[in-house]
Every structure is written in C-alpha cells, then in structure tokens.
C-alpha cells in the first residue's frame, strides 16, 4: 500500500503506542479532549477509516477490510504491538483486528458495543442510512442528524446541551457529500453483523465498556461479549446514551487508563518499536 493511500491519521506524543478508533458518524477530531492527558503518557494514534470523512476510498467490504487498512497504518508507523481504544463502529474494528492480529495487540477497550447487532437493532441503523442516501438525493439534511442525535445522545444529555445540539445540527448541510455516502455505507456494514465467532480468537484484555442508557448498543448484548471474551472484564457508566465518549468523557478517560495502567506492554515491545522507528517509541 502507498503512503497515499494509509488511512488519514495523527500522531502526538510519546509512549506505548495508544490507536483510538472512532463511531462510525466520527472523524478522529472528535477525540480532541481525549489527546491531551492520553498523550502525556502513551504514543496516541488516531486515524479514520475508509468510509469517513478524512480518508481516502470507499468502505472495503467487510470489517477484515478495515483490519487490513490498521495493520498497514501500523506497519508503516513502526507499531509492531499497541493498545486500542474503539467505540461503536471503531470497537467492532478493534475487536476484528485482535482476533485476525493477536500479537498486534496488547489490550482493547471496546467501548458501546455489542456482541451482534439484532433485526431490531439494524432497523434503526438502516432508517439513519436511508435519511443519509434521501439528504444526497436532495432531502433534509438536519433529518440525519436529528436521527443520529436521538440514536446517538441520551435525552438527558441532549437537554442540558440544548445550544451545542442546535450548533451541530445548524453544521450538518454543511458537510460534504462524502460524509453522507460514507455514513449509509458504514451503517450498511452492520447489517447481520455478528462478531461471536471471533470473541474466543480475542486473548488480549478486553475492557467492555458500556453506557447504561445505550438504545444503540443495548447493555444486554455488551455483557455477553464481556462474559464471552478470555480475558473480558466489564464497566458501565451510568446516566448516558450511546454517545458514551461525548457525553462522560471525564468518567470514560479514567476508566481507559486505569485499564491501560493495570496492562502496560513489556519492555521488549517498546524497545522493538523504538529501533524499527528510528529510536523513538
């Protein structure tokens, strides 16, 4: 793979090699309040992926597509072993790379998910996608984001952030039509999805990490991937939808390092990593 065509990304500060992953309706901007305490100890990755807003190409067919894309990105930053945090989308990507790549990864946090996605699930899924392709055909614009801030948001949280709600959705026809296309093709990836076969493949510590209000990702589904990983352990974070990261980003940034911090890589691993780059972590 060209450099040209590596996932978009940025990497700031220096450490064990940390890859955040977003929601499917993310870009990695979105982890801005994230980077600055996380940097300070690890080497913090962040990129989107094929299907999101800053990377090139089209959605590949199925999560191994997205796995492949992460481990060029790694192998051309000198990652030979790193931590993954992923949420939603990001999540069931993370979730795919450690069960093709064990030895790429040392532990995941995967954050609102589940361990399949239900008819049910799927048709609210589906009624965001199909608001995506009308918006592209000519339809409402705020449509879609109103949809994703009800999937997305616990009502709670939506009216105590009444004015950033309306900022957002005021942005929203301002985006490019890539975005659009780009989320009903992600949101398509999820049909039938189902990742149980993969979770006794996962022998890295796994922290599922659930919002208890989460409509998208009902907590039912997150336990049993909790309960059904060989080194599954489980928190819920009370009082917020399944917009665990913007809505408890304090609460979310103090359970992802004390899980890091109970986990930390061995030292040949960031010895390795620091003479394939040049001496930096």
Known sequence: MSVSALLSHRVDGEGEPLLL???GMMSFTAWDAYVPPLAERY????CDLRGMLRSPGERPEGFP???EDL???????GVARCHIAGTSYGAFAGLQLAALAPARVATLVAMTVADRVSPEMWAEAKTMADACREALAGGS???VYDLVSAFAFSAEWAEAHAGEVAARRTAVPLLP???FS???SLLSALEGL???PLLPRVTCPVLALLAEGDRAMPRPWGESLAAALPRGELAVVPGCGHGLVVEKPGETLALILAFLARHPLPAEALSGARERNGGRP
């Open 21 to 23: 992953l977003n929601g």
């Open 43 to 46: 080497r913090v990755v962040r």
């Open 65 to 67: 597509g997205h796995a």
């Open 71 to 77: 481990l060029a990105l790694l192998d051309a930053l």
């Open 141 to 143: 614009r705020e449509k």
């Open 177 to 179: 039509d890539s975005w």
């Open 182 to 184: 780009g989320l009903a």
């Open 194 to 196: 189902d990742v149980r």
